[in-house]
C-alpha cells in the first residue's frame, strides 16, 4: 500500500522475490416481533443443503486508494460534483460485481478526508493541503456505499506523518508542526514514533472522533506499521528507547509498541460504537519459517521482524475482529506461493472468533514480471483456493482502479466464475445485533416489489424462488438475486422471498410474495 500501495507492494514482492418464506440463514437468532412471524413460512434448515459455488456470506471487497490520488479522486482539483461522479462509478462498478464491502482511505498520512479538529484537509481532495474543499465528502462515500448494501470501513494510516520531511512546509496547526518532537525522520519522510505514549494517544483520538461522527461499519489499517526498510537509513527512536525501553530489546519493545497502539484502537473503536469493526490488513508473511518454526514455508520478507507488526499476537489477544493479510503472490511463487500462505493463515485463526479475509493483488494481474500474473483467471483460481479453507471468509482486491479497467478481463472472469450471485458479509457475533422483524405489508404492482420498512432494518435480502420449487431458497446464495436498501425492488413474474437484514446482516426470516 503504499506510497502508494501497488509501488510498495510490489516492493515488498521484490523482496518476497529476493529474499418459501422460510426461516434460513446462518446465526438469523430471534425476530423482535413476534407477532409478525406468522407471517412468515417455516421449514427445516437441516432439509437443505447449501450449494458451495453459491456462499450465502462472503465478504467481498475493494480499497479505494486516496493517497497519491491513486483511485480516488483521481486528481487533484476536481470540483465536489466530479469527485462525486467519480466515486459512484467505482461504486457500480463494486455493485455490478457483487462486491458487499469497501475500504476507503480517509487519513493517508495525518491528514483527513473529512472535517476535523485535529488534522487538515488532505491534499489530495484540492492540491493543497490544508485547504477546505468546499464539502466533507465522507458522509457522501459512506451513504453511497450503504445505499447499495456494502458495508464501510474507513482505513487509516496510523504512523505516516507526512510525505515529505521538513515540518516547516506542513499547513499551520499540523500535529507534526505542532509536536515535532513526536516524529521522526526516515528515508525522506515523517513519521511518528510509535513509542511514544502521546503518539498513541494522537491516533487513537483521531480515529474515535471519526467513529463518533459518522456512520461507519468498521475501521481498517494498512500494513505499515514501523515503516519498511530503506537502505542505508537508521529509523532513530533512540531517544524514546531510552526513555520508555524498560529493558526490553529494541525489536520486542517495538513490537510492544505497535502492539498496545492495537489493543488502545480496538478498546476505543468498541467502546465508542460497539456493532463497528476493528481490522487490519498485515503484509503477506508473518514470519518465514527459516526466522520462526511456526512461520510459513516462504522466503520473504518478515513483517514480525522488519516492520515489527505481530499480527499472530493480535490474532490470539483477540484485539482485531478480523485480519486481512496482502497475499499479493501467485499460486505456485517460488518463494511466497499463494496456497502456502493461504493455508498458514488459516491455521492462524482456526479456533478464534478473529476473521480472515484475503487481499488479492488486483494490481499485479498483466505484469510481465511473472508469467501467473498473465493468466486472466489466477484472480478466481485464487477464490477458488479460499472457498475449500473453511476460515476464509472472503476477499478484498487492491485496487479499485483496476476493478475499473479489468486487466485482462481477469474481474469480469472472477464476477462471472465466482460471484456469479450477491453475498451477505459474515456474522460477527461479538459486534452485536439482532435480526429485525420480517417485512410487513409484501406486495407485487406492476413489476415492483414493495413493503413496509422493518425497524432496525438497514437493508433487504430479496430471493427468486425457481419454478422448481426445489432449491433451498434462503440456504445460500443461489436463489439470491439483490440486496437492496429501500422497501421495494423491480421484479420479474415469478415468486419471491424478502428478508430483512440490521446494520451487520442478522437476517430476518421471509416473506413471501408473487410477481405477475
Partial sequence: MRTGRPLLAAATLAVATTAA???????????????QKKTAMAAPAAACKADARFPKRELRGVWIATTQNI??????????????????????????????????????????LYKSSLEPWSQYLTGTAGKDPGWDPLPFLIDEAHKRGMEFHAWFNPYRASYGDN???????????KHPGWTVKYGGRLYYNPGLPAVRHHVTKVITDVVNRYDLDGVHFDDYFYPYPVAGATFDDSAAFKKHGKGKKLAEW???NVNTLVAEVDKAVHDAKNHVKFGISPFGIWRNTSNDPSGSKTSGMSAYDSIYADASAWIKSGTVDYVLPQLYWPRGHRLADYNTLARW?????????????????????????????????????????????????????????????????????????????????????????????????????????????????????????????????????RDLVAVVSQPSYAAKEGTYLVTSLDRLYHESEAVKVKAG
Fill in 167 to 177: 515540518t516547516a512546509k506542513l499547513p499551520a496547526g499540523h500535529p507534526a508542526r
Fill in 254 to 256: 517495538r513490537r510492544d
Fill in 21 to 35: 418464506a422460510y426461516v434460513f440463514g446462518p446465526g438469523t437468532g430471534e425476530s423482535p416481533a413476534a407477532s
Fill in 71 to 112: 483511485d480516488w479522486p483521481s486528481k487533484t482539483g476536481l470540483s465536489p460534483a466530479k469527485q462525486r461522479a467519480e466515486y459512484v462509478r467505482i461504486l457500480d462498478s463494486a455493485a455490478q460485481r457483487h462486491l458487499n464491502a469497501v475500504f476507503v482511505q480517509v487519513r493517508p498520512a495525518s491528514d483527513a
Fill in 345 to 477: 493463515w488459516a491455521r492462524e485463526v482456526k479456533g478464534t472468533d478473529v476473521q480472515l479475509y484475503i487481499g488479492h493483488g488486483l494490481y499485479r494481474v498483466g505484469a510481465n514480471d511473472d508469467k501467473a500474473w498473465r493468466k486472466p483467471g489466477e484472480l478466481a483460481a485464487q477464490v477458488g483456493v479460499n472457498r475449500k479453507l473453511k476460515q476464509v471468509d472472503g476477499s478484498v482486491y487492491f485496487s479499485a482502479k483496476q476493478l475499473l479497467s479489468d486487466p485482462l478481463g481477469s474481474v469480469d472472469r472472477l464476477a462471472k466464475s465466482r460471484y456469479a450471485r450477491p453475498a451477505l458479509p459474515p456474522l460477527m457475533k461479538e459486534r452485536g445485533g439482532e435480526a429485525p422483524a420480517p417485512p410487513a405489508g409484501a406486495q407485487a404492482s406492476d413489476g415492483t416489489l414493495t413493503w413496509t420498512p422493518s425497524e432496525g432494518a438497514r437493508a433487504y435480502a430479496v430471493y427468486r424462488v425457481p419454478k422448481s420449487g426445489k432449491d433451498c431458497h434462503t440456504a445460500d446464495a
